[in-house]
């Protein structure tokens, strides 16, 4: 008896470590990003005049400071010249109802980049009166920032279960462990 106790308990600890390594390497496989991008996380970041103006300089700063935490590869500086294409940040308004925010890729050789190009820059637009209509709080403004900074790193909407800064909608977070493990796939720790 005692036997088929030790075995069982064997069995069971042994279903609990695989069960762990599947959903562990079946996260890591989901991870969600763009074939390109630009050739390396190591970039700078223009802010328009329209972002201070609007109060969003903080929601900017925590994205870029989240997105740089999560890899030692990535480095998102933040520049007050427009010279050697930095990414730029805005804050607008559009008149597409749901539309928080918009990012652009733009090729070196000109022209707006595809999900499988090299970047030269983005620009990342995040849009006052669709956050202010959907009464969005700080908290969520910055994670919208976030989420749009994050598609300058090459990273796209992700379709899993696990929480995410890079799913679509309004939600209240930063980056998460989802999306530091993609963005390690794509750029390394």
Known sequence: MKKLLASKKKLFS???I????????SSISFATSFTGGRSSANFNAYYDSSVSKNGYTGAYDTARSDWNAASGSVNIGKTTSTSGNPDRYYVGSTATSGLLGLTTPYKTTGGVAGVSD??????VVIYHNQMQAYGMNSVQKTSNATHEVGHTLSQAHPSTSSSSVMKQGI???GVQ??????????WGN
Not at 118 to 123: F, Q, V
């Open 14 to 16: 042994m279903v609990g």
């Open 18 to 25: 695989l069960s762990f390594a599947v959903i562990s390497i």
């Open 118 to 123: 090299k970047w030269a820059y983005a620009t």
């Open 171 to 173: 939600q209240s977070i």
């Open 177 to 186: 462990s989802y999306d530091k493990q993609s963005l390690i796939a794509k």
